[in-house]
């Protein structure tokens, strides 16, 4: 595609880094992953920081250290990747889908907390686009009901809420980060679980790397017993040095990435905002970092438009297509809002880098085709 619809912004900077680790010979787990945690917790806030191979482990060891287990369920909102589903299914659960709320396109707390059971033992919010979910709005929704609150950060690194980074203090019990190549940092591919407690951090490192205890693998042990570390089950989930290395790089940029993006959906706002045929989604982006340009076009448009822009080199796409709706989950369940919007929605291209004239092209491309069905619509209604 001419156009992708995300394309990771990285150089030579991080080509550089990536050569510091080579030079050192220690590309796994070591001293840049424990960097990078760092570089995280000083930029979020977060007391503790357990960067992982990629987001979807970061959302299944979170559910895992929240004690989400076989016969439990978790509620989950159907507009968002299907990780978050698989992640429930890998603690052994169920995911139970949830509307989202026309206005944010994040989950519907009254709708999320009308599904609660007795079973129900989590509750995954997405900030979907770079928005952050009301956890506030949805605990309130709960009342006292001990439901733990996993946030899904992957679209919103970078974004801010009451003028501070997405970070865990914000009444979820756990925020994931992806950083995988199209994220708003990359790490090539990557993850971070961010907690405010230090026993939940200490079982998510066990769990990262096959249950070791914390520190119980040592380079250079001293003595034989120093390596018996192995107190608990545990995956491999750890983030390399190599990865670590790029998300570094990246830091050292991250005003230049998250502004890129800021000044594209500013573009297509200014170009879009105003037409009555399209719906787009203005966000306030002195504190959001938009992943994703979500608009709405009428329905029956919409897959014509998609063949429009592939014709032109123009990747745009659905983000996402509903979870409730996937094979696998084949559920039942009736979700008005999200159904609706799913028929309509288009996303354009964004990310750091994409050119104006770019941005002019995909929306000349947009507008010719919505105009073509308009005068089809006139010539079939004459
Ligand atoms: C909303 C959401 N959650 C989770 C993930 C999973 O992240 P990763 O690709 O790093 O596993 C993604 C990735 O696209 C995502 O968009």
């Not at 357990?50 to 979807?56: D, E, F, I, Q, Y």
């Not at 200014?270 to 037409?275: A, E, I, S, T």
Request: proline share 5%.
């Amino acid at each position: 595609m001419r156009i992708p619809l995300s394309r990771p912004s990285i150089g030579l900077r991080e080509l550089a880094a990536v050569g510091q680790v080579f030079e050192t010979g220690w590309l796994g787990e070591g001293k840049w992953t424990a960097e990078f945690e760092a570089a995280i917790a000083d930029y979020t806030g977060a007391p503790h920081v357990v960067a992982v191979n990629t987001g979807t482990s970061a959302l299944h060891l979170a559910l895992d250290a929240c004690g989400v287990g076989p016969g439990d369920e978790v509620i989950v909102p159907t507009l968002t990747f299907v990780s978050d589903p698989m992640a429930v299914r890998m603690c052994g659960a169920t995911p139970v889908f949830a509307d989202i709320n026309p206005e944010t396109l994040t989950l519907d707390p009254a709708d999320a907390a009308s599904r609660v059971t007795d079973r129900t033992k989590a509750i995954l919010v997405t900030d979907y686009a770079g928005l952050p979910a009301d956890v506030h709005a949805l605990r309130r929704a709960l009342g006292d009901r001990p439901i733990a609150i996993v946030r899904d950060a992957a679209h919103s690194f970078g974004s801010a809420i009451d003028g501070r980074p997405v970070g865990v203090r914000d009444g979820e019990d756990a925020t994931c980060f992806s950083f995988d190549p199209i994220k708003n940092l990359t790490c090539g591919e990557g993850g971070a679980v961010l907690v405010c407690d230090a026993g939940r951090a200490e079982l998510l490192r066990e769990r990262r790397m096959l249950g070791f205890r914390a520190g119980a693998r040592r380079r250079t042990p001293t003595s034989a017993a120093e390596l018996r570390g192995v107190v608990g089950s545990g995956f491999r989930y750890h983030l390399s040095n190599i990865n670590a290395a790029i998300g570094l790089a990246q830091f050292s940029r991250l005003t230049e990435l998250l502004e890129g993006r800021r000044a594209v959906a500013r573009l297509y706002d200014g170009l879009l905002g105003h037409r009555n045929d399209l719906r787009t989604f203005r966000r306030d982006y002195s504190a959001v970092v938009p992943f994703i340009y979500p608009v709405l076009v009428p329905p029956q448009e919409r897959d014509a438009l998609l063949a429009r822009f592939a014709a032109a080199g123009i990747h745009a796409d659905l983000r996402y297509s509903l979870c409730h709706q996937e094979p696998l989950f084949g559920s039942a369940a009736t979700l008005g809002v999200a159904e609706q919007i799913a028929d309509s929605l288009v996303c354009l291209p964004i990310y750091a880098g994409l050119a104006e004239s770019q941005v002019r092209e995909v929306v000349s491309v947009l507008i010719a085709g919505l105009s073509s069905s308009t005068r089809a619509d006139a010539i079939a209604h004459a």
